[in-house]
Structures are given as structure tokens and as C-alpha cells.
């Protein structure tokens, strides 16, 4: 079946940017998906990218996607404690409707 | 605020009883909803593709006699686990699809709260 890979743990200093990779196997993904999960919550949206972009960017967030080497990438500008959170890579395959996740990236701020 | 509501957000049950969870949509109709299921440290694994009015679609490996999913309306689907065990203790995750737009053609996924169920 079709992958998504992140590594498990990255850590900066507050007001440094944050840089999250990911990288997926699917040729056919439509949409490339960055999810937000704080402790004992659910997923957030935090924002998306069409397979056909190369970079989508609101507010301190911005995405990258580099669709030749599957390698997709989540910036978070200007890091804040309220950051701290899993945050996921996913994807959805042309014609299906499921999506496929990456383990998550937990992501710690220091003050 | 949640488009998608789950409930209850913790359950602690005896071993061998049954456990409802709701999940609902709260500004749309979904025809599609999708259960997750989360091990500490682990990203979620798809259970099910619960479709409304119809029977759920199961993912291999998950028994749909033990875990049962009725989507009832088009605004609710509920999952039972059904003669709950200790292993099945694990954070529980739905998902419902919004209707396509424009900016988001194959309709855009809100996730609910989730589920931590707790077997004793």
C-alpha cells in the first residue's frame, strides 16, 4: 500500500521557524494534507496543498511540495509554546476519498 | 467551533460490557464518515468507512462483529465495541466528509475530538 513517512520528534526554540518533512510513496496524490493534533485531541486541519502547487503560504505557516521527489514540508514561522503539538502528513490518492497518514511529528518549543 | 462532535470524550468500562460512541456533524450533512482508531505514538489506522444508509466498509484486520458501526442518519454514525477487552483500550477518532467545494473538490475532512475508551 502507499506510504507517508515523517520523522517522530523535532525541537526548536520559540521564536525560531519550524521546519517538518515528509515524504510519501502515492504518484497519484491529489492532495497533501498537514494535520495538528494537541494532547488528548483530535486532528485539525491546519492547512492543504493540490498536488498541481509548489507552495502554498497563510500566515506563519507555509508549505512546500515537491511532487518529483514526493517530499512535501510544513514551515511554521516565528515558533510559539502553543505550537507544541503532533502534527501529521497526510495524503489522498486520485479517485479515493481515504487518506493515508504519516506517523506524526511531535514538535516541542522551548522557551 | 466543532463541525464534528464526539461522545463521550473518555469512557472507562468493565471488561466484557459494550461501548457507544457518537459521532455527529454539526454544520453538514455527511453521507460519509470514518473511524480511527489510535495507539499511543502511532498515527491513526482506519477502521472503517461507515456510509449512511448502508452497510459500513471494514478495513482488514478490524472484526466488524466487534466493532459495530451504524450510521443512521446523515448526521450521525455511532461506533459499539462490542464485549469490550483490555486491548481495545485506545483513543477513538471519526471523521466526517463536507460536501465538495471549490476550493476543496474532494470535500474537505473535520475530525472529531476523539474517543479515549479505557478497558478495565
Known amino acids: 500500500g502507499e506510504d507517508v513517512e515523517q520523522s517522530l520528534f523535532l525541537s526548536v526554540r520559540e521564536g525560531d521557524s519550524s521546519v517538518i518533512n515528509c515524504t510519501y510513496t502515492d504518484s497519484s496524490s491529489t492532495y497533501l494534507y498537514w494535520y495538528k493534533q494537541e494532547p488528548g485531541a483530535g486532528l485539525q486541519l491546519l492547512t492543504y496543498?493540490?498536488?498541481?502547487?509548489d507552495m502554498k503560504q497563510d500566515q506563519r505557516l507555509t508549505v512546500l511540495l515537491n511532487k518529483k521527489d514526493k517530499h512535501l514540508s510544513l514551515r511554521i514561522a516565528d515558533t510559539q509554546t502553543g505550537d507544541s503539538a503532533i502534527y501529521f502528513c497526510?495524503?489522498?490518492?486520485?479517485?479515493?476519498?481515504?487518506?493515508?497518514f504519516g506517523k506524526g511529528t511531535k514538535l516541542s518549543v522551548i522557551p | 467551533g466543532a463541525v464534528v462532535s464526539q461522545h463521550p470524550s473518555r469512557v472507562i468500562c468493565k471488561s466484557g460490557t459494550s461501548v457507544k460512541i457518537e459521532c455527529r456533524s454539526l454544520d453538514f450533512q455527511a453521507t460519509t464518515m470514518f473511524w480511527y482508531r489510535q495507539f499511543p505514538k502511532q498515527s491513526l489506522m482506519l477502521m472503517a468507512t461507515s456510509n449512511e444508509g448502508s452497510k459500513a466498509t471494514y478495513e482488514q484486520g478490524v472484526e466488524k462483529d466487534k466493532f459495530l458501526i451504524n450510521h443512521a442518519s446523515l448526521t450521525l454514525s455511532t461506533l459499539t465495541v462490542t464485549s469490550a477487552h483490555p486491548e481495545d483500550s485506545s483513543f477513538y477518532i471519526c471523521?466526517?466528509?463536507?460536501?465538495?467545494?471549490?476550493?476543496?473538490?474532494?470535500?474537505?475532512?473535520?475530525f472529531g475530538e476523539g474517543s479515549r475508551l479505557t478497558v478495565l
Open positions: 471523521s466526517a466528509r463536507a460536501p465538495a467545494t471549490s476550493g476543496v473538490p474532494s470535500g474537505e475532512l473535520f
Open positions: 497526510a495524503e489522498i490518492g486520485a479517485g479515493s476519498y481515504q487518506l493515508t
Open positions: 496543498i493540490f498536488s498541481n502547487m
